[in-house]
Every structure is written in C-alpha cells, then in structure tokens.
C-alpha cells in the first residue's frame, strides 16, 4: 500500500500526543527509521512485527534523516503503525530542504492517514544540496502547522547544545520560540552522561518552558555506530562508556551487552529521577529494544501507578 492508500481502520483510538502525557506520569516511546533502500521496505514491518508487542506508547519514523531527500515512506510506515498495530505514531518532518507546497503534500497525506502528530524538525544540512527558502528553522514549520490547528506538534531539544548554536543560552532560547510556536512536547538528541540532561531540564525549566521533555536513549552496541554517531551528533562520551568501548569494543557480542547494560543504567537513574519520557533510538533492532524494554517495564509501571 503506498503513502496514498488509507489503510482500513481497525477501531483504532486517535491519540494526540499532548493527552498521553497528561495521562501518564511516564511515557515509553520508540523511534524507527524507513530502510534507505525502498526495496528493502519489507525489512521495515518485520522490525514493528517484534517492537509492536513491547508496548511503546507511541513510536516515530524519522524522515529523510541525514539529508536525504524524503520518500512517502514516513507516512507509509506511520498509517501501518497506526491502522495495524494499533500503536500511535509521531511521523517526523523535516523543513529546510522543502518547499511550502511539497510540505502541503505531505500534510495532506498524514490528514488522509489519520496521522496527528508530528515531530517539527529543521532537518540536517546536506553539504551537496542547498537548502530552499521557505523555511529557516524548525520554529516556521511549528507555526505553519499550529495554524492548520489538527496536529499535536513535537520538537526536538540538543541537552549537550546543538552543535550549530554558540551557547546553552541561545539555544534554549530559540527552544522557547519553537515551545512558544505550538510544540507541545519535546524529545532530546541522544546523550551518554544523564548529569548533561539534569542540567539542561534545569536550564530549561528555569527559561520557562514547562512542556514535558523526553530523554532519548540510544543504546550503543557496536563500536562503528558510536563512532558515526559521535560525529553527526557531537554527543560526549563519559569515561566509564570510553572504558567500555576499549575493553569490548573488539568483541560483537560482549560489546552489545554491555551497551544495553548501559542504556538500562541510563533509564533506571532518569526514571528515578522523575524524567517524564524515555524515547528509544531502536536502530530498527527489535532484539536490543526488547532486551532494554523488558528490563525497565516493571519500573515504568510502578512509576505510572505511584501517586
Ligand atoms: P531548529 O530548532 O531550527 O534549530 C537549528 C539550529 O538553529 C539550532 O542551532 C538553533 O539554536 C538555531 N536557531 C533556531 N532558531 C533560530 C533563530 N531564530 N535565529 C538563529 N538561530 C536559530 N533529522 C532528519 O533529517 N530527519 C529526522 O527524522 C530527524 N529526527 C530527529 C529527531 C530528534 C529527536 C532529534 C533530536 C533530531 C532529529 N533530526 C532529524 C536531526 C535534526 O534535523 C537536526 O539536529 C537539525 O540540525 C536541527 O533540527 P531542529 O528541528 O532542532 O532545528
């Protein structure tokens, strides 16, 4: 069924993101990515097959991440979420390479989809491709869609900075602008060192934005994906994590351990400490987020049933 095709409601609940989190004192999402080749499409709803009975509260696909130029895929992967697994979706959206008219195409498609939330994002700069002019930053797409009025919008926040922005400061600022636009929740870039996040939700929180933040969580497993990660997002490594990467790196299956044993710490410590969100970068590896999920579920229903 391509991006086009409504799959048939089956009783599907609509869910707007913003009421999730008036419910829960807790919530468990998850992110996938569409396969970059479209061939390799099927390999996608093998990986929601496994994550769709964990349970997530909703889960996002990201779109044309890295700056490549989107497909229909997003949509197509967030009405499958939605009609089949019955599981909310958040379908990213990127602006910087678009035009206001290809973005109206897509708004009509999620409409058509019955896809409500959108995660608002500048998008990545692509060195090869200059950027378009209709949209500056993520703040101009967040209040195009405010104005549409039928979508919960979601923002992305940098707790390390985001790595084109001088300082905090500025940056929260232009946080609060996006806050201000509409977003109504934000999730955060990956980071490895939980004190980075305290002190950016203090920062924050102290500028006035009170919208929840979820924390996002990559679980490292391999010693390529944190190099490559490392360098697209400028995420610092702690030295406990460094320790752990040189003792295991060489070695696949004790270096997945430990990158899952670390992620877990990570939760259980921001649980703890009274995070409103844990978003899980899944890679598209059902076994990693099934292994992480089943070992903080007990925690997140205890903290969603605590007074
Ligand atoms: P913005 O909020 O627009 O900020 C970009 C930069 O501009 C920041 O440095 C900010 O401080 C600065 N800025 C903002 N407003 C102003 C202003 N008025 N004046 C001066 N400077 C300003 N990328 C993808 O391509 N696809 C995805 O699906 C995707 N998903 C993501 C999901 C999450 C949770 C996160 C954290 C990132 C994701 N990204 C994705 C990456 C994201 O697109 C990049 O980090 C991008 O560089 C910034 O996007 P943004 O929406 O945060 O931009």
């Known amino acids: 069924c391509g991006a086009n095709c409504v799959i048939k409601k089956k009783g599907t609940n609509a869910m707007k993101l913003n009421t999730l989190f008036e419910q829960k004192k807790i919530v468990f999402s998850f992110e996938v990515f569409p396969p970059k080749k479209t061939s390799s499409i099927q390999t996608i709803y093998d990986t929601l097959d496994a994550l769709s009975d964990l349970n997530p509260d909703f889960i996002s696909v990201t779109y044309g991440a890295g700056g490549n130029p989107a497909d229909h895929s997003t949509v197509e992967i967030a009405s499958t979420i939605k ?15 678009s035009t206001k008219e290809h973005i109206g195409q897509v708004l009509n498609e999620l409409r058509e989809n019955e896809i409500e939330n959108i995660l608002a994002l500048r998008g990545d700069r692509n060195p090869d491709v200059p950027p378009k002019t209709d949209y500056r930053y993520a703040r101009d797409l967040i209040e195009e869609l405010n104005h549409h009025g039928e979508f919960d919008i979601a923002a992305a926040c940098y707790p390390e900075v985001h790595p084109e922005c001088p300082d905090m400061e500025e940056d929260i600022l232009h946080l609060k602008e996006k806050v201000d636009a509409g977003a109504s929740h934000l999730i955060s870039q990956l980071f490895f060192d939980n004190n980075d996040f305290y002190n950016f939700l203090y920062r924050v929180r102290e500028a006035g934005i009170m919208v929840p933040v979820e924390a996002g969580i990559m679980p490292v497993t391999n010693r390529k994906q ?24 060489d070695d696949p299956a004790a270096m997945q351990d430990a990158g899952i044993a670390y992620a877990v710490e990570q939760i259980v410590d921001l649980i703890s400490n009274g995070v409103q969100g844990i978003h899980l970068y899944t890679m598209n590896n059902p076994l990693i987020a099934r292994r992480i999920s089943q070992s903080v579920a007990s925690l997140i229903r205890c903290s969603n049933r605590a007074e």
Request: a positive charge; glycine letters at 6%.
């Open 83 to 97: 009609h089949k697994y019955h599981i909310e979706p958040l379908a990213h959206l990127t602006c910087l390479n």
């Open 226 to 249: 944190i190099e490559r990660m490392v360098s697209l997002c400028g995420a610092s490594l702690p030295k406990k994590f460094v320790k752990i990467m040189h003792r295991y790196g």
